[in-house]
């Protein structure tokens, strides 16, 4: 098993390899002593294709084919979902439901080059009170392979609503269609929190902030972005400050000032980096916890797979990052909150609370 300060050092070399690497222009050749021993650990964080643009030809012999393979990858599943989006338009626009893009094709577009940032499912807020109704259009519409993850208005802005965020939202021409998302200043706010809210583990989300933060308009509303409960706003800041301390974002101008991040968030994220870790602690919720008592030898891999990141712990009790509570007293209040939750709630509530996701599975 690698040692802190090794895995530390793993992560660090992530940082390295990204810092800058969405930008247009020439990039200098990734020189940093240990790209080969890393390049496994950026395919799993999502960062293959922006780490190739720094990787060129003969510096990393096989590794920079299987970058390449990963943009191509990513390009034809970039190109496949606007398609899907096209019909996603078609069918909620014939039943009047008004919905906003968020995340994933949203934000790759915002990237210099097509193929650079992995795409994923296709998630979509709607009004609250429209969830039924856009629901059995998805289901009754197959707009072909793919998943929407259908979420009742924004509980991540909370308190901005629905109508709030409409009335700020951006439209993009697509297939003869406009596509409504957020608007910059939300966009950028929902992924700093999206972000910390699952943990922070994958490099390619800490990657969407720079380029969505470069990417602001003029006469950009800082106000929507870092306002907001105390917590919230410590939190985007945060982000924001670790894009420029580990990315080298450009901070546009008018930014605020950003105090630096604080050493446990820094550690935090190179942590994440150095393991390769691969989801938070919802992305095993198929087996409940309390399933391991029946066979103890299990138990410590169970507690193990279900232990939160700490950011995870810290955003999601809505602590500041700069708290004075011990990190791993609130990790273990959450692990504590969400087994009360698992036995309390119906299965269908998710599991901490926030968000009201139906995920709806669509296939030929």
Not at 87 to 94: A, N, R
Not at 160 to 168: C, I, K, N, P, Q
Not at 329 to 338: V, W
Request: glycine letters at 10%; a positive charge; one cysteine or more.
């Amino acid at each position: 098993m690698a040692s802190r300060s090794e895995i530390s050092r793993l992560g660090q070399c992530v940082s390295d390899v990204l810092r800058g690497s969405w930008r247009y222009g020439p990039l200098p050749v990734a020189t940093i002593r240990d790209v080969a021993e890393i390049c496994p650990l950026l395919i799993r964080l999502g960062v293959g294709a922006l780490a190739g643009r720094r990787c060129l030809t003969g510096i990393l012999d096989g590794w920079v084919e299987e970058f390449r393979q990963i943009r191509l990858w990513n390009a034809v599943q970039e190109a496949v979902q606007a398609q899907q989006l096209i019909k996603v338009v078609d069918t909620l626009g014939s039943v009047g439901v008004p919905f906003l893009l968020l995340k994933g094709w949203s934000v790759a577009r915002l990237y210099p080059e097509p193929g650079l940032r992995p795409v994923g499912d296709i998630d979509i807020c709607v009004p609250p009170e429209a969830l039924t109704d856009a629901r059995a259009a998805l289901r009754s519409d197959n707009y072909g392979d793919g998943v929407v993850d259908l979420h009742a208005g924004l509980p991540d802005l909370h308190p901005a609503s629905f109508r709030d965020l409409w009335s700020r939202r951006q439209t993009i021409p697509i297939g003869g269609q406009l596509l409504s998302v957020l608007g910059s200043e939300d966009q950028l706010k929902h992924l700093c929190l999206h972000w910390a809210r699952h943990g922070g583990w994958r490099a390619i989300w800490l990657c969407d902030i720079a380029v969505a933060c470069e990417a602001l308009p003029r006469g950009v509303n800082w106000r929507l972005i870092v306002g907001g409960p105390e917590w919230q706003s410590a939190w985007v800041r945060g982000a924001l400050s670790l894009t420029t301390e580990l990315l080298g974002t450009k901070p546009s101008k008018g930014s605020p000032s950003l105090t630096r991040a604080p050493r446990w968030l820094v550690r935090a994220v190179l942590d994440a980096w150095g393991r390769g870790r691969v989801g938070d602690s919802h992305t095993c919720e198929g087996r409940s916890i309390f399933d391991y008592f029946r066979t103890p030898l299990l138990l410590p891999h169970g507690l193990r797979q279900r232990w939160p990141l700490p950011i995870e712990a810290v955003c999601t009790l809505q602590k500041s990052l700069f708290t004075r509570w011990p990190i791993p007293l609130l990790q273990a209040g959450y692990s504590l909150r969400r087994a009360w939750r698992k036995l309390t709630q119906p299965a269908s509530t998710t599991a901490d609370g926030i968000n009201s996701t139906i995920q709806i599975h669509v296939s030929r």
